[in-house]
């Protein structure tokens, strides 16, 4: 919830100009009662000048007299004023001291995984220059051999809804100009195919021309393939070799007894 503007400043005018209770001023002001009623007594913020909260948008008079009457309810901040506090203003993100050094970690993760962002968003989410995003990205920078990619949301540097509305914007953009590229590819297309029908050339080769070519190429598509004599089924004699007459062949002698005793 916004924090109310000089919270003691504004109890002390509370104290002074109105009947609400220590208890509404207290929690109103982010204050304990006790040290609600040091002010009331003087005990407590003394030489405090009071700030009135209805010429700062903080209060309306209304919203003051409905909490008057009944020492229940509590003052609720002007819906003004919430606007304002949370509306942010243009120009660079400022970026803490503590976190600047973490700002190419956040660079290098977003050139890394949305490629799609202009150097202009990129500056505007993490608050940096476009000579940074530079060295970064064509990695020159001087400090690139420590530079490791870091999610910026995680780094504080960017909230999560800043940067899906970035991606979101320059997703749209490249996808506008991609449709514009491809309705000029198009029309160049119908107009180079209608010159060429003006000029009498044929979209497509007639199948004439076709059959043609093939004939002269010697890729006939009827023409049958050489016959191949066939082969003789195999037999015994064609794996063994043919078998030669016995009568080539000269008979044994029988042994006598005389030959192998010897006489």
């Not at 968003?121 to 476009?130: A, D, E």
């Not at 191949?228 to 063994?240: H, W």
């Not at 016995?246 to 030959?259: H, L, N, Q, V």
Request: aromatic share 4%; net charge negative; charged share 25%.
């Amino acid at each position: 919830m916004t924090e109310v503007l000089m919270p003691k400043a504004t109890a002390v005018w509370l104290v002074d100009n109105t009947t609400l209770t220590f208890d509404q001023i207290a929690a109103f002001c982010n204050l304990h009662a006790l040290e609600v009623q040091g002010i009331a007594d003087g005990e407590v913020a003394t030489g405090i000048k009071g700030m009135d909260p209805l010429v700062t948008g903080q209060l309306t008079q209304e919203e003051i007299d409905r909490c008057a009457g009944d020492p229940v309810q509590r003052l609720r901040r002007s819906d003004a004023r919430l606007r304002e506090t949370q509306r942010r203003s243009k120009g660079p993100r400022y970026t803490p001291l503590s976190r600047r050094q973490d700002r190419p970690n956040a660079i290098a993760w977003l050139v890394r995984y949305h490629p799609e962002l202009t150097d202009a968003q990129i500056s505007s989410l993490v608050g940096t220059t476009k000579q940074t995003i530079n060295g970064v990205r064509d990695r020159s920078h001087w400090n690139i051999s420590n530079i490791t990619p870091q999610d910026p949301v995680t780094l504080g540097l960017s909230t999560q809804v800043d940067l899906d509305s970035a991606v979101q914007k320059a997703q749209d953009k490249l996808q506008k100009q991609q449709a514009k590229a491809d309705k000029e590819l198009a029309k160049k297309r119908a107009a180079n195919l209608s010159a060429a029908e003006e000029a009498g050339q044929p979209s497509a080769q007639p199948d004439d021309d076709l059959d043609s070519t093939a004939a002269e190429l010697g890729a006939a598509p009827d023409a049958a393939p050489d016959e191949v004599p066939a082969e003789p089924e195999p037999s015994a004699d064609n794996i063994f070799g043919e078998a030669s007459d016995a009568k080539d062949e000269p008979a044994e002698e029988t042994p006598s007894a005389e030959d192998v005793f010897g006489n």
